[in-house]
C-alpha cells in the first residue's frame, strides 16, 4: 500500500542551526501539506503545496520556514534558524483531490 | 473561519465498554469534508474515515460507527466493545473545498482502555 515517507524520525539540533525535514508523498497525489504537533497539543496546519508553488500557509508559517519540491517526488521543510519553540512533531500529508489526506510517521524535532 | 471542538479530553473506559468520542464543528461552507483520525502512542496518524457535507448516513466498520448530523454540526464516533488496543488519541478534523484542503482539527480525545 503507498505511504507517505518522512525522514528522519527523529531530530535534535541546537537553537539557531537551520533543519530539513524530508517527506516523499505518495506519488500521484497532487497536494501536500506540513502540519506541526507541539507535544500533548493538537494537529495545527502549516502550509499547503500545489502545483510548485504554496497555496496557503498559517501564521505559524513565518519568514524562517520555507518549502521546496526540488525533484518532483522529495517535499522538504526547512526552518532556517530554529527556536525552542519549534521543538514539535512535524507531519507530511498528502492528497489526491477531494480526499483523506495520508499522513507521514511524523518527524519529531528537539530543539535544544 | 473554520472550528473543530473535542469536548472531552481523556475518556477512561474498562475493555468491553463502549465509549463514544463528541466532535462539533463549525462552518460556513455548504460543501465540506469531516474525518477522524487515530493517533496511538506510537505518534503517527491514522485514518479512519472521511464523510462529505451531503452524505448523512451514518456507517459502522466492525467496531468503528460514525453518527453524522447536520442539524447539529455533530459527526460522533463510537467504538463498540473496547479494546486495549484502541487505546489512543483521536481527532475530528475539518477541511473545506475552497481552503486548498487543509484541515482543521479538533484537540483530540484521549482514550484510555484498561483490561
Known amino acids: 500500500e503507498p505511504e507517505v515517507t518522512q525522514t528522519p524520525s527523529h531530530q535534535v539540533t541546537q537553537m539557531g542551526q537551520e533543519v530539513i525535514l524530508r517527506c516523499v508523498p505518495i506519488s500521484n497525489h497532487l497536494y501536500f501539506y506540513w502540519y506541526r504537533q507541539i507535544l500533548g497539543q493538537k494537529v495545527e496546519f502549516l502550509v499547503s503545496f500545489y502545483n510548485n508553488e504554496i497555496s496557503e500557509k498559517s501564521e505559524i508559517f513565518d519568514d524562517q520556514f520555507s518549502v521546496e519540491r526540488p525533484d518532483g517526488s522529495n517535499f522538504t521543510l526547512k526552518i532556517r534558524s530554529t527556536k525552542l519553540e519549534d521543538s514539535a512533531m512535524y507531519f507530511c500529508?498528502?492528497?489526491?483531490?477531494?480526499?483523506?489526506?495520508?499522513f507521514g510517521q511524523g518527524t519529531r524535532l528537539t530543539v535544544v | 473561519a473554520q472550528k473543530v471542538t473535542q469536548a472531552q479530553t481523556e475518556i477512561s473506559v474498562v475493555e468491553k465498554e463502549d465509549v463514544t468520542l463528541d466532535c462539533v464543528y463549525e462552518t460556513r461552507d455548504t460543501t465540506y469534508y469531516l474525518f477522524w483520525y487515530k493517533q496511538p502512542p506510537s505518534g503517527e496518524l491514522v485514518f479512519l474515515i472521511r464523510?462529505?457535507?451531503?452524505?448523512?448516513q451514518n456507517e459502522i466498520s466492525g467496531r468503528y460507527s460514525w453518527n453524522f448530523q447536520k442539524s447539529t454540526s455533530s459527526f460522533n464516533f463510537t467504538i463498540t466493545a473496547s479494546q486495549v488496543v484502541d487505546s489512543a488519541v483521536y481527532f475530528c478534523a475539518l477541511s473545506v473545498t475552497d481552503s486548498w484542503g487543509k484541515f482543521q482539527f479538533g484537540a483530540g480525545t484521549q482514550v484510555v482502555v484498561t483490561p
Open positions: 500529508a498528502s492528497k489526491q483531490g477531494y480526499t483523506e489526506a495520508f
Open positions: 464523510r462529505n457535507s451531503f452524505d448523512e
